[in-house]
C-alpha cells in the first residue's frame, strides 16, 4: 500500500502527506490513485535520476508554454520571457503577494519536472561524502517558515534611463521585480549537514535544472558559505500554503533572504560545495557592478538596499480631493523599515506616512499617507528609511547592467477636476 511505503520513506506526518496529495492532484490533474501510484512507485523504485513515471511525463509533457500559470496584461506587464506584478494589485491585498500575482523572472522556460523523479545531488571538495536527496528526504524533515521577498536584482532598472538618462542593459521593470511570501521548507544547513560540509568550505553553487541559458549552461549562480549556512538560507517547497507552483520553481526552489533574486535558484538540482571560491557567467559577466565609477574588481551584486512602490497605477490618475495613498517599502540591508516619507511636490516639502501590519525582516512595511489634492500634474516620490538609516537617496551611480536602482522613484500622477 502507497501510503505505508511513504511512512517507510520517512514520511509519518498523516496531514500533511494528505494535503500534499491532494495539491498534488491539483497541480497535476491526475486523480487521487494515480498521484499515489506515482508518487509511491517513484519513491519504491528509489528512481534513479532521470527517471520519469510514464504517466507523470505524458501529464506534464502536454504542453509547455514558457509560463505555466495564467498572466493577463490586467496583472502583470508582459516582459519577453518574464511577468512583472502590477503594483496596483497590491491595494487590494494582505501582507503577500498571491502566487497568482507573483512576479515571474525566467531565463528561459519553466520546466515540468517530477518530484518522485527529483534528486538533489550535493558533492564538491567542500564535503565529506556526496549525498542524494529526495524529496521525500526533504518532506520527512522538520521544515520552518519564513516570510520574505524575492527581488530580482534588476528592480526598477527602467528608472536609470527615465530618470538619470543613462538606461542599463536587461529587462526594464518598473518596480515589481518583487513579491513577498510565506516561504515553507528544510534550512539548507540541515542539508548540507548530512553532507558533512567541512570546515574549509568556502563557496556553494546551487544549479537550476532549467534549460540551459545559450552556451552558458544551466543557470547557477555561486552563494559564500556563510550565507548559505545561514539558518534562514532555505529549501523551499511550499508557497504561502501552496505545493510550490511550476514557475516559482517546483518541486524545490532556494530562498536567500535579502539578496538578489537571482541567487534563489529556482528547479534546484544540485549544489557543488567547494573548498575554493566558484565562479560561473552568474557572478563574473553578469550581477557585477559595472561602470567607470566602480572599481576595478567590479563588486558582485549580493544584499538589496532600502526601496518603496505606491499601490498606484504607473502613471495614475486620481479624482481631486482627499485620497488616501497606499505603499509599501523594504530593505534587503537595513531587514526592516524605521520611517517611510511622501512629497507631492517634487521633493520640496515631505509627509511622514503612517506605517501598519506586520514587519518581517527581508519583507516589507505597508504604509499610507492622506493626500487633498487639487487638479493638475503630480510627481509624487516616496522615500523609506530602514533600520540601519540607510534612506533612498535622489539619484545612484550608474552601472551598465543596470542593478539595484535604490534611488526615490518619481511617480507620475494626474489630479483631474
Ligand atoms: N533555475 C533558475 N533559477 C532562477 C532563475 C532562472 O531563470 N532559473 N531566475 C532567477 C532570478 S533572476 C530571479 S529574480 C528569481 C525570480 O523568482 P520568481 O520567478 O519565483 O519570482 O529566480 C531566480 N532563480
Ligand atoms: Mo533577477
Not at 511513504?6 to 491539483?26: A, F
Not at 542593459?169 to 544547513?189: D, N
Not at 563588486?299 to 538589496?304: A, E, L, N
Request: hydrophobic share 35%; glycine share 10%; with cysteine.
Amino acid at each position: 500500500m502507497a501510503q505505508d511505503q511513504l511512512k517507510d520513506e520517512g514520511v509519518y506526518d498523516r496531514d500533511r502527506l494528505e494535503r500534499h496529495l491532494w495539491q498534488l492532484q491539483r497541480t497535476t490533474g491526475l486523480d487521487r490513485r494515480k498521484v499515489l501510484r506515482l508518487f509511491a512507485s517513484g519513491l519504491a523504485t528509489g528512481a534513479a535520476a532521470g527517471y520519469v513515471p510514464g504517466l507523470m511525463q505524458q501529464a506534464l509533457a502536454q504542453s509547455s508554454p514558457p509560463i505555466v500559470k495564467p498572466t493577463p496584461p490586467s496583472l502583470f506587464y508582459i516582459l519577453g520571457t518574464n511577468r512583472e506584478m502590477r503594483w496596483e494589485v497590491m491595494r487590494d491585498q494582505d501582507y503577500t503577494v498571491p502566487n497568482e500575482l507573483f512576479f515571474v523572472r525566467n531565463h528561459t522556460v519553466t520546466p515540468r519536472l517530477d518530484a518522485t523523479a527529483w534528486r538533489l545531488q550535493i558533492y564538491g571538495s567542500g564535503v565529506r561524502r556526496p549525498i542524494s536527496v529526495s524529496y521525500a528526504d526533504l518532506l520527512a524533515m522538520e521544515s520552518v517558515t519564513r516570510t520574505r521577498a524575492i527581488e530580482c536584482a534588476g528592480n526598477a532598472r527602467s528608472f536609470f534611463g527615465t530618470q538619470q538618462g543613462t538606461p542599463g542593459s536587461g529587462t526594464q521593470w518598473k518596480l515589481g521585480a518583487i513579491g513577498v511570501a510565506e516561504w515553507e521548507g528544510v534550512p539548507l544547513w540541515k542539508v548540507l549537514q548530512k553532507a558533512g560540509v567541512k570546515d574549509t568550505a568556502v563557496d556553494i553553487m546551487p544549479q537550476g535544472l532549467d534549460d540551459p541559458v545559450g552556451n552558458q549552461g544551466n543557470v547557477r549562480r555561486p552563494l559564500p558559505i556563510e550565507k548559505a549556512l545561514d539558518k534562514d538560507t532555505l529549501l523551499v517547497l511550499r508557497m504561502n500554503g501552496e505545493i510550490l507552483p511550476p514557475d516559482h520553481g517546483y518541486p524545490v526552489r532556494l530562498l536567500v533572504p535579502g539578496w538578489g533574486g537571482i541567487s534563489s535558484i529556482k528547479w534546484i538540482g544540485g549544489i557543488e560545495v567547494s573548498e575554493t571560491p566558484l565562479f560561473s557567467p552568474w557572478n563574473t559577466t553578469q550581477y557585477r557592478f559595472f561602470g567607470a565609477e566602480y572599481g576595478p574588481d567590479f563588486p558582485p551584486v549580493t544584499v538589496h538596499k532600502v526601496k518603496s512602490a505606491l499601490e498606484l497605477p504607473f502613471p495614475a490618475t486620481l479624482p481631486a480631493g482627499r485620497n488616501l495613498l497606499t505603499g509599501r517599502s523594504w530593505s534587503g540591508s537595513g531587514k526592516k523599515i524605521r520611517q517611510v516619507e511622501v512629497s507631492f511636490d517634487g521633493g520640496y516639502r515631505w509627509k511622514r506616512a503612517s506605517t501598519y501590519g506586520p514587519q518581517h525582516e527581508q519583507a516589507w512595511r505597508r504604509w499610507s499617507v492622506e493626500w487633498d489634492a487639487l487638479p493638475g500634474h503630480y510627481t509624487v516620490k516616496v522615500r523609506a528609511t530602514d533600520s540601519d538609516g540607510l534612506s533612498q537617496p535622489d539619484s545612484v551611480t550608474f552601472n551598465t547592467q543596470g542593478y539595484s536602482f535604490w534611488a526615490v522613484v518619481s511617480h507620475p500622477v494626474t489630479v483631474n477636476a
